[in-house]
DNA sequence: GTAGGGTTAG
């Protein structure tokens, strides 16, 4: 008989024998419990599961073995590992069944330890593997990062004669990747008798982790069969390693409609932070209404990767229209963190402080995510105090452990407010070794208070810690020429030059009508409307001081920030593209711009005149943060 | 049952 599916939704076994158990005059067969138990899957029978549970206990009944392994999926399938481990714990006589049972609950739920803890147990009980079990075992390890024990599973599948099961050899394949053990993965792959995709994509994955992207393109090419997750794959392949606009490549190839593979939300998911990376604000709504019209806008990881592509492509407005629009309960960690993390971003401190304080509110416990986010929205408004609270309810609040990046923010926080010395003090105290950012944090806050002597120090770690960033040598050599230190300028040179540092060469995009155009510090020829850019950015320096400017002649003369020194302040790559974004655009028209490196000073103040002259709100994202500018001023409080 | 995933300081 067929259900007619649209007069009412078709029972399942568990809803209609709910009105019998529901009578506690009927009495089941024992050996009934487990089909029912096994009927009742899913979050909405757990209820019936539950009465089921205790009637039986009523009863006076103890599961078998085989019972207990069944109750163990039911709990596990609406996420009561508890209840599950419990029973677990509590038979007589375990099989393998129960063994796999919970096995399975507790590595798809990542309780790694506890599926490790009841491997080994089945193990010493000296039960054997079998095809379902170290799919999960093998899960656990990669999740806990445990090579060597991998390797001895691995001996051990080998004595059971599945090394080779096609699932088993996979989760071996995925285990070794995720341990960084690359060529053991490449090894086991070419030595599998049979592959199927999955085997494929887990070494696909691998190679991406490896940033060996050519090696998984040419996998990707030479595969026999490809499935959504071979091509997902690929994409957040591409995009971790920075090669957005590949990863685009191939997400529109996928999109076409007589593509046989489409993409599913994974994908979504996947692609929507190569826009963020691209600044591609019309690429990215493109993919939003994309997703909208095939029902893939609707999963909350989807709209948390909406957040934050429209954050990094400078639309706060839509972020927050995005965050609004996930329902309430469905609103996770990541959700709000990406959410205080764009308002860190764009430097509205306080409403990053209130969207951590909602968070709470609505009972989420906050990570170390949250708290990198948080303090970054503090430091960039200015809220010292605020911050330094935070910092320290971290441990006596919330129990969330303080890490490097952390004390980052600190000196972040303390650095740009002036109070220079406890920063420095901070760093002393740290219980661990200060890295690269918290130095640069000190250098960038010595910077901006000219404090020669804290720049110094910090610069002179960070030549230790990081040789190659040219950023740290023109920061503080820019600070030796303002106090007229000539000798120490040309000694830094030589330090630079002994060290092979590469120049860094700044460049700036602007998206306008979903075309990307880019800039380099420089540029004389490379665009068709150079005339009429460098004719914009000739007559600005007039229209500058008839507006008001003072030119601050120390600052231009040696504040080129990384972009290198020969080229002219006045074709510095993020004024070439506000220059053609004024010239292809109609009046009014925001402007968004995306610079490679740091804003330099000179730049900073000629937007916030160029936005007054020319009436434009100007959005520019460098690489640490956004400045919004806008009538003359800029959000950032030029500070930064 | 195995493979793909959104948030991280200067």
């Not at 038979?91 to 069944?97: E, I, Q």
């Not at 990376?277 to 939003?288: F, N, Q, V």
């Not at 050599?477 to 000798?487: L, V």
């Not at 460098?534 to 040696?558: C, N, R, S, V």
Request: proline letters at 3%.
């Amino acid at each position: 008989m067929k259900w007619d599916h649209k007069a009412s939704p078709r029972p399942t076994m568990g809803t209609l024998l709910e009105p019998l158990f529901n009578s506690s005059q009927l009495l089941v067969q024992p050996s009934c419990y487990a089909a029912v138990f096994q009927s009742f899957t899913g979050k909405s029978l757990l209820k019936q599961g539950k009465q089921l549970h205790a009637h039986m206990l009523l009863r006076g009944l103890r599961p078998t073995a085989f019972l207990a392994a069944k109750m163990v999926a039911m709990y596990a399938s609406s996420g009561e590992i508890s209840s599950a481990s419990h029973i677990f714990y509590s038979a007589r006589d375990p099989s393998s069944l129960l063994f796999n049972s919970i096995i399975r609950a507790f590595s798809l739920y990542k309780y790694s330890e506890e599926t490790m803890h009841a491997y080994l147990r089945m193990h010493s009980l000296g039960f054997h593997g079998d095809n379902f079990t170290y799919p999960f075992v093998l899960k656990a390890i990669a999740d806990l990062y445990f090579v060597h024990f991998g390797k001895c599973i691995h001996g051990l599948s080998m004595k059971d004669g599945l090394d080779f099961d096609i699932y088993v050899a996979t989760s071996l394949i995925d285990m070794y990747v995720k341990c960084g053990e690359l060529g053991d993965a490449c090894r086991l792959f070419d030595e599998m008798p049979v592959r199927d995709v999955s085997s494929w994509n887990a070494l696909i994955s691998g190679y991406m982790r490896d940033g060996a992207v050519d090696l998984a393109r040419e996998l990707f090419n030479r595969m026999p069969l490809k499935n959504i997750v071979s091509w997902t794959s690929m994409i957040s392949g591409y995009t971790q390693n920075g090669l957005a606009a590949e990863a685009l490549q191939l997400f529109d190839e996928m999109s076409k409609e007589d593509s046989e593979v489409k993409p599913n939300w994974v994908t979504i998911m996947s692609i929507l932070p190569a826009c963020g990376y691209l600044s591609a604000l019309e690429k990215g709504r493109k993919i939003h209404s994309f997703a909208q019209e095939k029902g893939l806008d609707s999963h909350p990881s989807v709209q948390t990767a909406l957040i934050g592509m429209y954050a990094k492509c400078g639309s706060l407005a839509d972020a927050q229209w995005c965050f609004n629009g996930i329902k309430p309960n469905s609103r996770n960690l990541v959700a709000w963190n990406t959410m205080i993390t764009a308002y860190a971003s764009h430097g509205l401190g306080v409403e990053a402080v209130r969207t951590f304080e909602h968070m709470i509110q609505a009972g989420i416990h906050p990570d170390g995510v949250t708290f990198t986010g948080l303090l970054a929205g503090c430091s960039h408004s200015g809220l010292v105090d605020t911050g330094l609270r935070y910092f320290e309810s971290m441990s006596s609040v919330y129990s969330v452990e303080r890490k490097h990046e952390h004390y980052a923010c600190i000196v972040d926080l303390l650095g740009r407010a002036g109070r220079l010395v406890e920063a420095y003090e901070h760093i002393c105290r740290m219980p661990m070794q200060a890295g690269a950012s918290v130095w640069g944090s000190l250098l960038a806050a010595g910077r901006c208070h000219r404090n020669l002597e804290i720049a110094e120090l910090a610069a002179k770690k960070l030549f230790v810690l990081e040789p190659e960033n040219s950023g740290n040598y023109v920061l503080l050599s820019n600070m030796h020429a303002e106090a007229g230190m000539w000798e120490k300028v040309k000694n830094l040179r030589a330090l630079q030059k002994s060290q092979s540092v590469k120049k860094n060469p700044g460049s700036s995009w602007i998206e306008i009508n979903g075309k990307a155009h880019l800039f380099h510090g420089g540029d004389t020829a490379s665009h068709d409307q150079t005339k009429e850019i460098y004719l914009l950015l000739e007559e600005l320096p007039g229209k500058m001081k008839a507006a008001g400017y003072i030119p601050d002649t120390t600052f231009a003369l040696h504040d080129v920030s990384e972009e290198e020194k020969e080229i002219s302040l006045t074709t510095h790559s993020e004024k070439l593209a506000i220059a053609f974004g004024l010239v292809n655009t109609s009046p009014g028209t925001v402007l968004r711009v995306t610079k490679n490196l740091r804003i330099c000073g000179d730049c900073h103040t000629a937007i916030k005149f160029i936005s007054k002259i020319y009436e434009r709100e100007i959005i520019v994202r460098d690489v640490n943060r956004f400045h919004h500018f806008k009538e003359g001023s800029c959000s950032c409080g030029d500070y930064w």
